[in-house]
């Protein structure tokens, strides 16, 4: 954990105290800052005062009890000592910029692991709590070749899509680029929701990744507290991938604040029938970006970053060049199984958790002259009239390049489509 914030001044107490008593409401605790200009000011005023602003009856009861507000940052305090948790205030050095320049920026971060990860360049992974097992492999390779990057890679901490976008973060050999994620958590920071994420909690602090909340230790769930998870997942990224969602999905949310927020949202394809995915079809439909490879989405970031190097002060991030052609070359292969970057020191991981999917990490090498149509094909497959329109080639060159590369064992004929295997 980086430096914690443990002695709290005058101003933060005031800050806490007003967190607490207005129970973490935004609306309520600008109203408060606006009118009173400092906090130490909006906390000393009385009740009646409050009253007037028009601030809901049950922060007005809370404001009432001053003995068990400053009971509850006695405890705050103790814990930072303790080491527990950090916690930033939004006029500290060290809070994200990126966060300040959002609608309605949390006046504090209550924090687990290295908060160093908060500034540098974010992508968020986002999708379907139940995401087919395509889904999942999807989700994990673009994580772990983002992290690998150098990105960060920013989720949401629930179980499907969310996990394993954490899981593929993580998942490197190199230890310059572990424990390349964010986790936004729409619980207090103490809250394991559900169980079983404790275990993943614990490997992201442990690997050297960031865990936030600005919510009040000790916050249960509610369904209001997951939206404001979501707009700090988009606040806090340059973009905002989802990889498979629902119509209904709070992944929309994300990506509708993603796109309030003037940022990019990629959204990943899926068979037409597939009703996991109708909410990535929608989005691409309403004008979000179509991936099927995270290359695609570094090219439009990266020349992103050209503009935002403020928010994010020590990015260390990779340039990638559209055509690989500089200097730092890199070898970018798609496989059925894996995103692959070869370049020097950076090398590609088959270090996964045991009981996840494990796909398999083997480098393809394409002849040259099967190149074009190799990077043509996907993995729902496309038939020989689609292939002809795409590639311009006449039939029997096609058919007979088509036939090399399924001898190689690089794709195979079903029903008449080809697709990749």
């Known amino acids: 954990m980086t430096a914690v914030t443990s002695s709290l001044s005058d101003d933060q107490r005031a800050i806490l105290a007003l967190w607490y008593e207005v129970n973490a409401s935004l609306s309520a605790y600008h109203t408060l800052i606006t009118s009173f200009g400092y906090p130490q000011l909006a906390w000393q005023a009385k009740v009646e005062a409050w009253k007037q602003l028009g601030i809901h009856h049950t922060?007005?009861?809370?404001?009432?009890?001053?003995?068990?507000?400053?009971?509850?940052?006695?405890?705050?305090?103790?814990?930072?000592?303790?080491?527990?948790?950090?916690l930033l205030f939004a006029d500290d050095a060290d809070y994200p910029a990126q966060l300040s320049q959002i609608y309605d920026p949390p006046p504090l971060l209550f924090y687990r692991g290295n908060s160093a990860r908060l500034h540098q360049a974010q992508i968020a992974i986002v999708g379907s709590r139940k995401p087919t097992a395509h889904a999942q492999k999807i989700t994990f390779d673009m994580a772990q070749y983002l992290a690998q990057a150098g990105y960060i890679v920013t989720s949401g901490l629930a179980m499907g899509v969310d996990k394993r976008a954490h899981l593929g973060a993580?998942?490197?050999?190199?230890?310059?680029?572990?424990?390349?994620?964010?986790?936004?958590?729409?619980?207090?920071?103490?809250?394991?929701?559900?169980?079983?994420?404790?275990?993943?909690?614990?490997?992201?602090?442990?690997?050297g990744g960031c865990i936030i909340s600005e919510l009040l230790p000790h916050t249960q769930p509610h369904k209001h507290t997951f939206p404001r998870r979501n707009r700090l997942v988009a606040g806090l990224s340059l973009a905002t991938i989802v990889t498979e969602a629902t119509?209904?999905?709070?992944?929309?949310?994300?990506?509708?604040?993603t796109s309030e927020q003037g940022k990019q949202v990629f959204a990943i394809p899926s068979h037409i029938d597939n009703s996991n995915a109708e909410g990535c079809h929608h989005l691409i439909r309403e004008g979000a970006t179509l991936v099927y490879h995270p290359q695609q989405v570094l090219?439009?970031?990266n020349g992103q970053l050209d503009y935002d190097k403020g928010a994010y002060r020590t990015a260390n991030v990779t340039t990638f060049n559209?055509?690989?052609?500089?200097?730092?070359?890199?070898?970018?292969?798609?496989?059925?199984?894996a995103f692959e970057i070869e370049k020097n020191s950076i090398k590609s991981t088959s270090q996964q958790p045991s009981s996840e999917i494990k796909p398999a990490r083997s480098t393809v090498v394409v002849p040259e002259h099967l190149a074009a149509i190799y990077e043509q094909l996907d993995w729902h497959g496309q038939d020989l009239d689609a292939l002809i329109s795409a590639t311009k080639l006449a039939p029997p060159q096609l058919i007979g390049?088509?036939?090399?590369?399924?001898?190689?064992?690089?794709?195979?004929?079903?029903?008449?489509?080809?697709?990749r295997v």
């Not at 119509?247 to 604040?257: E, P, Q």
């Open 299 to 301: 090219e439009d970031v």
């Open 322 to 337: 559209s055509n690989h052609s500089n200097s730092n070359h890199y070898n970018v292969i798609q496989t059925s199984d």
């Open 401 to 419: 390049q088509l036939m090399e590369l399924e001898l190689m064992g690089l794709i195979s004929e079903q029903g008449g489509r080809y697709l």
């Open 247 to 257: 119509i209904k999905s709070g992944s929309l949310i994300t990506a509708r604040l």
């Open 59 to 86: 922060h007005l009861k809370r404001h009432e009890q001053p003995e068990q507000t400053l009971a509850n940052i006695d405890k705050i305090q103790q814990a930072l000592i303790d080491g527990r948790y950090g």
């Open 170 to 207: 993580l998942a490197q050999a190199d230890p310059d680029y572990q424990g390349r994620t964010v986790g936004v958590m729409g619980t207090g920071i103490d809250v394991n929701y559900p169980n079983h994420r404790d275990q993943l909690f614990t490997q992201i602090v442990e690997q």
